[in-house]
C-alpha cells in the first residue's frame, strides 16, 4: 500500500501528484494539514527512511519561521522534535511518500523510484 502525504496547495505537493498519477500509481491520499502525522507515526517513518528526524521538518514553512525553530531545533532531542511535529502538519516536510520499500519526505523522484 501506498500512502502520498501532502498538502494541497503546496506547489510540490501538486507536482508529485502529478508524478505519481502519471506513473498510474494506485495511491491514498492523505491531506497533512487534517490528518497530521503522530509522534508515533513519525518516529517509524524516520526509521524506515534511514534518514534523521530533522529531515522531516518543513523548514521553509511560515510556521517554522514564526516559531524560531531554526534557533531551537539544534538543541531539540529527537523525542521532543517528534512531538513538537506531531502538534502540527504544517512543521512536517511534505509530501511524504510511504511505501512498503520506505519512506521519503520530499519530492525527488529519482528516490521516489526507488520505493515503487
Known sequence: MITFVCYEKCSTCQKAKKW????????TLR???EQNPTA???VTWVAQS???VK????TSGQL????????KLPAMSAEETFALL???GMLV???????????FPGFKPEEWEKLL
Open 93 to 103: 516536510k511534505r509530501p511524504i511518500l510511504v511505501t512498503d520499500k520506505g519512506v
Open 55 to 58: 529531515k522531516f521538518v518543513n
Open 86 to 88: 506531531a502538534t502540527d
Open 20 to 27: 505519481l498519477e502519471e506513473k498510474g500509481v494506485d495511491y
Open 50 to 52: 534511514g534518514l534523521p
Open 40 to 42: 508515533a507515526e513519525l
Open 64 to 71: 517554522y519561521r514564526s516559531m524560531g525553530l531554526k534557533d
Open 31 to 33: 491531506p497533512i494539514k
